[in-house]
């Protein structure tokens, strides 16, 4: 079989979901990844604790959406893959770049990049690829990407949250102890590891106490 796999690129279109307005009275914009399964709109849900003349929250929509229940009546997304992955992460930090680029933020903002489940690793890419100056970064629930190294972050001084919860059915002491030693390994001192009871479940609590 003569078989080749070719490559094309083309324009394509994207969501992204907001929530509160960003006016003079915002302290905090909030750029948030979600996990698989999710679209961007329900994921703000969680945010919304948050005081909403302090904070403004951004959700990029990850592109590629299929039905996820047996009757097709719900819609989730997923960021990547394992198929063509470094082609594909550069996609995804192309709409990242463009979502950043449509919002026009401020200069002197207060920026929080959080990224939940699968979201982690697109946060953290996001942030050492582009070098993105942020006061916080937030892993909640999900992995690092075997690929980043220390130097990678050594432009920042923000601070990282590593969120999980102990009864986490994704985890176990094998997990936890790999990912725990990572962070440590990419974020030295910067590192704060804030378990919490519970399974892996979105700690809305936790993240409304981040500000």
């Not at 990029?60 to 594909?88: C, I, M, R």
């Not at 094998?174 to 990912?179: A, D, L, V």
Request: glycine share 6%; with cysteine; hydrophobic share 35%.
């Amino acid at each position: 079989m003569n078989l080749e796999e070719k490559e094309i690129s083309y324009t394509t279109t994207n969501s992204y979901a907001t929530l509160n307005t960003l006016t003079d009275k915002t302290k905090n914009v909030w750029f948030v990844c979600h996990g698989m399964g999710y679209l961007s709109r329900y994921f703000l849900r969680y945010f919304d604790g948050l005081n909403k003349d302090e904070n403004y929250i951004i959700a990029p929509q990850a592109q590629s959406k299929y039905y996820s229940s047996p009757k097709f009546k719900h819609v989730g997304a997923s960021w990547l893959t394992k198929e063509n992955t470094d082609k594909e992460t550069e996609n995804v930090m192309r709409n990242l770049d463009a979502v950043l680029t449509a919002e026009a933020l401020p200069k002197n903002i207060n920026l929080i990049v959080l990224g939940y489940s699968q979201g982690v690793s697109i946060a953290s890419r996001f942030v050492a690829r582009r070098k993105l100056v942020c006061t916080q970064l937030v892993l909640h629930s999900g992995g690092l990407p075997k690929e980043l190294k220390a130097e990678d972050f050594a432009f920042s001084n923000a601070k990282v949250s590593m969120i999980y919860g102990t009864e986490d059915e994704y985890l176990n002491e094998e997990r936890i102890t790999h990912e725990t030693t990572r962070a440590k390994e990419l974020f030295g001192d910067r590192l704060h590891i804030i378990p919490f009871e519970g399974k892996h479940v979105v700690n809305v609590a936790l993240i409304n106490g981040l500000v």
